[in-house]
């Protein structure tokens, strides 16, 4: 890790999302409210062993959700954050699994991080789309400052 990719890193995926929710609001406010909804990780709730640069960014987002919550609530905007753990796309699967064993047998005593409650390891990107549409929908219109996972339990593990 670089201090070059670990700036990189927190540019995009903290940085960037505070660029985002900051130039959406006005919209949302004109509109009299709405939902917010940052994808942070499994990394945001626990961490992701030799991955400083990334748990770090999706913990900031957690907390970057919390505070906007509580700043943009009397505007009745709601903003939550998404959870997923493994996930069967192209950065989720490939070459992260072999990555994963690597260090399992570097380390044994992370192995045990991944795993999931259910037969299932990993999410369907529609299974993480569906929470995402959820938590866009008035169906959820009580529901803010909330980290929703999708993670089979790993997160507990």
């Known amino acids: 890790m670089t ?4 700036g990189d890193t927190m540019d995009i995926n903290v940085t960037g999302v505070w660029n985002t929710v900051t130039a959406s609001v006005p919209h949302l406010i ?6 917010v909804i940052l994808i942070s990780s499994l990394a945001g709730k626990k961490l992701q062993p030799f ?7 999706k913990h900031a987002l957690v907390g970057m959700s919390r505070a ?3 700043e943009l609530g009397q505007h009745d905007i709601r903003v939550n954050t998404v959870h997923p753990g493994a996930v069967i796309t192209p950065m989720g699967s490939g070459r992260m699994v072999e990555r994963i064993q690597e260090t399992n047998k570097a380390n044994p005593r992370l192995a045990g991080m991944g795993m999931t409650f259910l037969n ?4 369907e990107a529609d299974e993480v789309a569906n929470v995402v549409a959820f938590l866009a929908s008035d169906e959820s219109k009580f529901i803010t400052a909330e980290e929703i996972s999708i ?3 790993a997160q507990h593990f």
């Open 3 to 6: 201090p070059r990719s670990f």
């Open 120 to 123: 299932q390891f990993a999410a």
């Open 68 to 70: 906007f919550a509580a």
């Open 151 to 153: 993670d089979g339990g």
């Open 30 to 35: 004109d509109r009299g409210g709405g939902s």
């Open 51 to 57: 991955m400083v640069h990334y748990t770090t960014s």
